[in-house]
Structures are given as C-alpha cells and as structure tokens.
C-alpha cells in the first residue's frame, strides 16, 4: 500500500470514522495482510495522545489447522479471557475498528459448517456485552476494507477483468474512488456525503411508513415497521454523544422493522458468506415475520443451518436502502465482502436489531423488546435483495404506496 494512501486512510479512520480524541483506546481487529495499514493507523493513534493502541490479529489459516486438528469438545468453548476482554472494551470506552479483506478467500473452504457455528456461537456468548454495546452504540465502532493480493485476483478474476501482476494494487485501484481518497480533500468530501445520507434518512422519517415494499425478479416482499422505527443514515452517535461512521464506505439508509411483520418472499441479487461459505441464488419466504422456507442455488444447507442459531436468525433486525448510483454499484463488481456488496444495493439482515434505530429499545427489557417487535439474536448478517430491476414504495399513513426507488433511483 503506498505510504500517502495508507497515512490518509489512516486519517479517515482515526478523524472521521472513530473521532478518536487524546487518551483514548483503541482496539483494531485486522488480517496480517494488513500490516502495512494497521502500522500506519497506530503510528496516527498514538500521534494523537491515544493511550492504548491493542491489535487483534485474525488468521484464517491458522483457524483453519484449529477446525481440521482440535478435539471436537473445542469448538464449544472459548478460552476465559475473550469474555474478560470483551466487558473490558466496553467497560474502559475503546474504540473498534474492523478491517476486513481476506488475506486467503479460501482458507475455510469445505469445513464443517456445524463446527463453524458451534465455535460462532461460544464466541458470540462470551463477547455478548460487547456485541451488545455495538449494537446500541456503546462505543464507537467501525469497518472499512482492505484491499489484499488473493481478495483482488479472486473479485478481478470472476468479473473477467484481468487483475495484473499485482492484484493487491489493481484492487485499490478499484477502492480508492469508492473510498473517497482520490479527493483532494477525502475527509470533507466523506462528511458531504455522509451528511447527504442524513437527509435521505430525515425524508423517510418524515414520511412514517408503515411498510417497505420491494418488488422484482423473485421478490415481492413487505417489510412492516413499527411506530418505534427509525431511519438513519451517514454518522452515528454514541451514548455519549460522539459522532463516529460505522461503515466506510456506507451509501445506506437502514432501519430496524417489526420482526413480526415481514411477510412475501424475497430473492438474494449478490452471494453472501455464510458461515464460512459463500451462499449463491439464496432466496426466503417469511410469513408473520419469521422465514418458513428457504433455499439456494449454491450453499442451501449452510444457509438453513445458519437459521437454526436462535429464534431471531429467522427474523429481520434491518431493512436498508440503497439505490443504484453509487460508486460500489457502477464498479459492476461483486466483492464477496459483505461490507461493500451491503452498500452497493438494498439489503436484509436476518438477527439482531439495532437499538439506534428502535426508539426506547436500549431501556427495555428482553419480554419488553420482544413485546414490541424488536428482535434480539447472537447473529446479524445481510442479504443483498436489490437491483436496478428491483423498485421499493413505502404504505404511508394515509394508506398509500407512495415510490421510494424506481428505474434504480431514489425518487426524492
């Protein structure tokens, strides 16, 4: 990664995404591909007065040796410290980042997907108060994307473009413009467009729809909200007030519907990891909120065992909007990351809500949430439904199905 793009990503991270202030913590998940960036992100950190910079590095190979070699009782269990860490994040206010890019695609191909959510699920247990706290804004959070040579030559390679003698490159070259840093100014120009985000949200708060209709090849779904839905979009805030981007690049508007009332079936335009494996053609059927069927051209199974973590896996905990101008989208590419693929178009997310989005959520109790529509889960993964085939109205409170996205444009 050239070291000027690596300082100002950096910059956007620790200025824009996090607000990262002096005396902070901050706590980066992150490939060893990754390196290069992630030392120019603790060198921004600690220039700024941080006061604990901690590195959690993933290694997919070596999950790898740990599914094929490790007793079978292992992969219900996590070592102690995960849970002491994790009240400890939330406990001290660090800030997360996640970079995601994989180092190896195919480092967990053809493992045992039951083993895959055995070891989700113990992991999910141990980290649930900080899972929690992501999910009602705790803590400032964020995900942004790193480009990696077998991550460019697999996207590049499947798009038919060839990916060079430096994938990794080739790649960036293709994230840059979607991230903003061939601006003169990228941080400013990210405010504009987060801010731009917000409007579009204030619109659809304004409009109080009742339902979300999409419509096209294979779908024809409503997703029913709730008079405690919200829409956002753009930045966040914290409990505490502190402004932060949870995604970069993000060209949504999302809420959190009644997990009871989505109803119709709705077809997958884009693949999605599931699991370990990459779902292809998955499509659902939901009946009072819940998924009654399933399917897939590729990876059926793994999406059905995905299902089966809790009650709320087959309910929605977000409905999100995005239409088909954005940069992510006229790349032409599928990514097989769910960060950016989520932003090139319309998505589901089957597990748990946000409370950002749910008003009077975060002071409820698990019978309360329940009792109004909010659903609560281990997991939350999305599905992209959207194209520029795909068109969305909203019922109002006048009874009307007034168009949101038509022809693959926001209409307002």
């Given at each position: 990664?050239?070291?000027?793009?690596?300082?100002?990503?950096?910059?956007?991270?620790?200025?824009?995404?996090?607000?990262?202030?002096?005396?902070?913590?901050?706590?980066?998940?992150?490939?060893?591909?990754?390196?290069?960036?992630?030392?120019?992100?603790?060198?921004?950190?600690?220039?700024?007065?941080?006061?604990?910079?901690?590195?959690?590095?993933?290694?997919?190979?070596?999950?790898?040796?740990?599914?094929?070699?490790?007793?079978?009782?292992?992969?219900?269990?996590?070592?102690?410290?995960?849970?002491?860490?994790?009240?400890?994040?939330?406990?001290?206010?660090?800030?997360?980042?996640?970079?995601?890019?994989?180092?190896?695609?195919?480092a967990l191909d053809g493992v045992d997907p039951g083993k895959l959510q055995r070891q989700q699920r113990a992991r999910s247990t141990a980290m649930k108060p900080f899972r929690d706290a992501v999910m009602s804004n705790g803590l400032a959070w964020s995900v942004m994307p790193v480009a990696t040579e077998a991550w460019g030559r697999a996207v590049l390679s499947a798009a038919g473009r060839d990916p060079g003698p430096d994938p990794?490159?080739?790649?960036?070259?293709?994230?840059?413009?979607?991230?903003?840093?061939?601006?003169?100014?990228?941080?400013?120009?990210?405010?504009?467009?987060?801010?731009?985000?917000?409007?579009?949200?204030?619109?659809?708060?304004?409009?109080?729809?009742?339902?979300i209709h999409f419509t096209g090849p294979g779908t024809d779904l409503s997703v029913g909200l709730s008079p405690l839905s919200r829409w956002t979009g753009g930045a966040s805030k914290t409990r505490a007030g502190a402004t932060f981007y949870a995604n970069h690049?993000?060209?949504?508007?999302?809420?959190?519907?009644?997990?009871?009332?989505?109803?119709?079936?709705?077809?997958?335009?884009?693949?999605?990891?599931?699991?370990?494996?990459?779902?292809?053609?998955?499509?659902?059927?939901?009946?009072?909120?819940?998924?009654?069927?399933?399917?897939?051209?590729?990876?059926?199974?793994?999406?059905?065992?995905?299902?089966?973590?809790?009650?709320?896996?087959?309910?929605?905990?977000?409905?999100?909007?995005?239409?088909?101008?954005?940069?992510?989208?006229?790349?032409?590419?599928?990514?097989?990351?769910?960060?950016?693929?989520?932003?090139?178009?319309?998505?589901?997310?089957?597990?748990?809500?946000?409370?950002?989005?749910?008003?009077?959520?975060?002071?409820?109790?698990?019978?309360?949430?329940?009792?109004?529509?909010?659903?609560?889960?281990?997991?939350?993964?999305?599905?992209?439904?959207?194209?520029?085939?795909?068109?969305?109205?909203?019922?109002?409170?006048?009874?009307?199905?007034?168009?949101?996205?038509?022809?693959?444009?926001?209409?307002?």
């Open positions: 990664m050239e070291p000027r793009i690596a300082k100002a990503y950096a910059d956007i991270a620790l200025d824009s995404c996090l607000g990262l202030r002096e005396g902070g913590k901050l706590r980066v998940v992150a490939e060893i591909a990754h390196r290069s960036l992630v030392h120019a992100i603790a060198e921004g950190a600690w220039q700024r007065g941080a006061a604990v910079v901690r590195v959690d590095w993933n290694d997919t190979r070596l999950s790898r040796l740990f599914f094929d070699k490790a007793q079978d009782i292992r992969f219900d269990e996590v070592p102690s410290y995960i849970g002491r860490d994790a009240r400890c994040f939330v406990d001290e206010g660090f800030c997360n980042l996640s970079l995601v890019g994989d180092e190896d695609p195919t990794e490159q080739t790649l960036w070259e293709v994230l840059i413009p979607i991230l903003g840093l061939d601006r003169p100014d990228p941080a400013a120009a990210i405010r504009t467009h987060m801010a731009e985000l917000a409007k579009r949200a204030a619109l659809l708060v304004q409009a109080r729809f009742s339902e690049p993000t060209e949504e508007v999302f809420s959190s519907p009644d997990a009871r009332l989505t109803r119709g079936r709705a077809s997958c335009t884009r693949p999605v990891k599931v699991l370990g494996e990459t779902v292809e053609g998955a499509w659902f059927e939901f009946r009072d909120g819940r998924v009654v069927s399933s399917g897939a051209a590729k990876g059926a199974a793994v999406l059905a065992r995905y299902l089966e973590v809790d009650e709320g896996s087959r309910r929605l905990g977000e409905v999100a909007l995005v239409d088909s101008t954005g940069p992510i989208w006229k790349s032409g590419l599928v990514f097989d990351n769910g960060l950016i693929d989520e932003n090139a178009t319309c998505h589901i997310a089957l597990g748990s809500a946000y409370t950002e989005v749910f008003e009077g959520a975060a002071g409820m109790d698990a019978g309360g949430r329940k009792a109004v529509g909010f659903n609560d889960s281990m997991v939350h993964l999305d599905f992209m439904i959207g194209s520029d085939q795909v068109e969305v109205e909203g019922l109002d409170s006048g009874g009307h199905m007034r168009p949101i996205i038509k022809d693959g444009k926001f209409v307002a």
